[in-house]
């Protein structure tokens, strides 16, 4: 059995394709999402189609893959080895657990209504509705389009980094002809940080490089500076300085699934302990995998994600209990067009040239070749026009 049908649920039950296993996948939602990508939805460049592809369609030439379950998990059982999805009890033989991680406000949860974070597809459509509703009443307002056209990211690590330059580059080219009574390129975008510089866990000069690439763009970047309160009018700092703001979003924190906390012991991000295998103590049978799993060294990204599922997958398929080696194929920003910083494998650059190496393995590790082509399509209609074909304000309730 497998939880999550994210990257490493993914990997894990493919690491599986040619076992003997029947595999249950179980998910709150019938779909993979493509969250490296999300933001781009948020920011009305892509439709939520172009990042998202039904699960049971990625397995549909996988015989093994017996049954795909559509629902919560609502306890989980190691002593009787059975999962609880709403009414229903599923038993397994080999549990591996990969349900990921969602937003933490360091516990400020009443802020996650007035700043919203950005790890799901409801998210980014609440996200887009604010922005696009954003410069609808700065024109509908005069008076208040100062602050309506006022941006916050809280965070600056990558998710911060990309909504900061995507807002500026909506504001500035997407927008300009749609307004007659105010100018969207008025527009300000603040970048906050806590810590010294943007994206702290890259080195300091592609995090150098990266705050200069904001700041030509227009970006206000702010380092070394906390949130003390968010209200419904804008943010307040700990130094004191108030800034009005119509919209503020969130990306400064994450925490583990709640489902971690079924397995047993938990670090402060709600991350499971596991052993060297990735299996959790006292129980050989039951793997984690992915965000959920506290593994000194391995970030949190989507290929150490990859990693740990495809890892899981062959211990269950061989036995062999060898332990997990995190090979860090490097790291990628992006910042806005032609604009972006990269690291991979010791070779550190910024620039057209990171921008491209980041389309080109997004674009590679999108499953199916129709979100590829739309992908694609859409990134270059993007980029000869400056435009942006999702510009749909829409209201989609939060799934629970």
Same mark, same amino acid.
């Given at each position: 059995?497998?939880?999550?049908?994210?990257?490493?649920?993914?990997?894990?039950?493919?690491?599986?394709?040619?076992?003997?296993?029947?595999?249950?996948?179980?998910?709150?939602?019938?779909?993979?999402?493509?969250?490296?990508?999300? $933001?781009?939805?948020?920011?009305?460049?892509?439709?939520?189609?172009?990042?998202?592809?039904?699960?049971?369609?990625?397995?549909?030439?996988?015989?093994?893959?017996?049954?795909?379950?559509?629902?919560?998990?609502?306890?989980?059982?190691?002593?009787?080895?059975?999962?609880? &999805?709403?009414?229903?009890?599923?038993? $397994? %033989?080999?549990?591996?657990?990969?349900?990921?991680?969602?937003?933490? $406000?360091?516990?400020?949860?009443?802020?996650?209504?007035?700043?919203?974070?950005?790890?799901?597809?409801?998210?980014?459509?609440?996200?887009?509705?604010?922005?696009?509703?954003?410069?609808?009443?700065?024109?509908?307002?005069?008076?208040?389009? %100062?602050?309506?056209?006022?941006?916050?990211? &809280?965070?600056?690590?990558?998710?911060?980094?990309?909504?900061?330059?995507?807002?500026?580059?909506?504001? &500035?080219?997407?927008?300009?002809?749609?307004? %007659?009574?105010? %100018?969207?390129?008025?527009?300000?975008?603040?970048?906050?940080?806590?810590?010294?510089?943007?994206?702290?866990?890259?080195?300091?000069?592609?995090?150098?490089?990266?705050?200069?690439?904001?700041?030509?763009?227009?970006?206000?970047?702010?380092?070394?500076?906390? &949130?003390?309160?968010?209200?419904?009018?804008?943010?307040?700092?700990?130094?004191?300085?108030?800034?009005?703001?119509?919209?503020?979003?969130?990306?400064?924190?994450?925490?583990?699934?709640?489902?971690?906390?079924?397995?047993?012991?938990?670090?402060?991000?709600?991350?499971?302990?596991?052993?060297?295998?990735?299996?959790?103590?006292?129980?050989?049978?039951?793997?984690?995998?992915?965000?959920?799993?506290?593994?000194?060294?391995?970030?949190?990204?989507?290929?150490?994600?990859?990693?740990?599922?495809?890892?899981?997958?062959?211990?269950?398929?061989?036995?062999?209990?060898?332990?997990?080696? $995190?090979?860090?194929?490097?790291?990628?920003?992006?910042?806005?067009?032609?604009?972006?910083?990269?690291?991979?494998?010791?070779?550190?650059?910024?620039?057209?040239?990171?921008?491209?190496?980041?389309?080109?393995?997004?674009?590679?590790?999108?499953?199916?070749?129709?979100?590829?082509?739309?992908?694609?399509?859409?990134?270059?209609?993007?980029?000869?026009?400056?435009?942006?074909?999702?510009?749909?304000?829409?209201?989609?309730?939060?799934?629970?």
């Amino acid at each position: 059995m497998i939880l999550g049908g994210g990257f490493a649920g993914l990997n894990a039950a493919k690491a599986l394709k040619n076992a003997e296993v029947d595999i249950t996948i179980i998910d709150r939602r019938n779909f993979h999402l493509f969250q490296p990508l999300l $933001y781009q939805v948020a920011m009305a460049a892509l439709n939520p189609s172009d990042i998202a592809y039904p699960i049971r369609s990625v397995f549909q030439s996988q015989p093994n893959v017996v049954k795909v379950l559509l629902g919560e998990v609502t306890d989980v059982d190691l002593g009787a080895r059975e999962v609880s &999805v709403g009414e229903e009890k599923v038993v $397994y %033989d080999y549990l591996i657990v990969a349900t990921g991680a969602t937003h933490s $406000y360091f516990g400020h949860d009443d802020w996650e209504q007035l700043a919203p974070g950005l790890k799901t597809l409801e998210d980014a459509l609440t996200i887009r509705a604010r922005v696009l509703e954003a410069f609808e009443k700065a024109d509908a307002m005069p008076d208040e389009a %100062d602050r309506w056209l006022t941006f916050v990211v &809280v965070g600056a690590g990558p998710t911060g980094v990309e909504l900061a330059g995507a807002l500026v580059e909506i504001a &500035v080219h997407a927008m300009g002809d749609d307004f %007659d009574d105010v %100018d969207p390129a008025r527009a300000r975008v603040i970048l906050v940080e806590g810590a010294d510089r943007v994206l702290p866990p890259y080195v300091p000069s592609l995090s150098a490089s990266a705050q200069r690439q904001l700041e030509d763009l227009g970006v206000d970047v702010r380092t070394d500076s906390l &949130v003390e309160d968010i209200d419904e009018r804008g943010v307040t700092l700990t130094s004191g300085e108030r800034i009005e703001a119509g919209t503020v979003l969130w990306a400064a924190g994450v925490a583990a699934s709640p489902v971690g906390a079924m397995l047993g012991e938990v670090d402060r991000a709600g991350r499971v302990t596991v052993e060297p295998d990735l299996s959790i103590p006292g129980h050989p049978e039951v793997f984690v995998a992915g965000d959920l799993a506290a593994v000194d060294g391995v970030p949190g990204v989507a290929p150490a994600a990859m990693q740990m599922g495809r890892h899981a997958g062959r211990v269950v398929r061989t036995g062999d209990r060898k332990p997990f080696r $995190y090979s860090d194929k490097g790291s990628l920003a992006t910042i806005g067009r032609a604009r972006a910083v990269a690291d991979i494998k010791g070779l550190r650059f910024g620039g057209f040239l990171a921008w491209f190496a980041w389309l080109a393995i997004h674009i590679f590790y999108l499953i199916g070749f129709r979100n590829r082509f739309f992908v694609l399509v859409g990134w270059a209609w993007h980029y000869i026009t400056f435009r942006r074909g999702a510009r749909i304000i829409t209201r989609v309730p939060k799934a629970e």
